[in-house]
């Protein structure tokens, strides 16, 4: 019986252990970051793909729970060595509570796309669907990102006036403020999340896996 129950346990920690690597790269690449104004540009995208891609969905919406649960308590996990509810309550609040429905979401569209062939033998094909279908799974993070930026950037509001100058500088100076709004939040951060950040994370997610497979563990 107790023979019988090792592979078990292995799955069990080797489960434990990914969510717990998903939420540490998450707490490190909040750190690899730049200012965008006042929102901060960050790889986090590039963790939320990863978790989806290498654990099953509740696992993946799990390690990004870990994470949020680290900076609720304090910890100085996100952009610029920050923690505390008033980092998850701000007006960057809504892209970290995104990341937890993002990471469900990757799972499941990347599961249902290799119909239980495997991540480690994804081909370039393979990889391409990959990446359009992060766009798809991120879509939950700029959506609640811009809700609750939009809370706080009311017109009159430093926000509201910091966006105004994104719009304006792209052409879009006379736009509907929702539109200025979403340009400023979410437009300015798509073409490097998706062209960096998500190959990034699809390309080293193979790689991960192909490394598990050669210990006996296949995810995907």
Known sequence: MGTASVPAVRARYTRMGLVALAAALMCAFAQVSFKVGPVPY???????VLAGLLLD?????????????????GAPVAAGLRGGLAVLLGYTG??????V?????????SRLYLRGR???SANRRDLLVLLALSAVAVTPTYLLGFLVFSLYAVPGSKLYA??????GWLGLGGAPGWLVLFVASVAVFVPQDLLMDHVVAVLAAREVARLLKARGIRVG
């Open 57 to 73: 969905p509740a696992d993946a919406a799990t390690s990004m729970l870990v994470y949020l649960l680290l900076i609720a308590l």
């Open 42 to 48: 960050t790889m986090q995208n590039a963790g939320v």
């Open 118 to 120: 495997g991540l480690d």
């Open 94 to 99: 809504g892209y970290l509570l995104g990341f």
């Open 101 to 109: 429905p993002s990471a469900f979401l990757m799972s499941v569209l």
């Open 162 to 167: 910091w966006a105004s100058g994104v719009a």
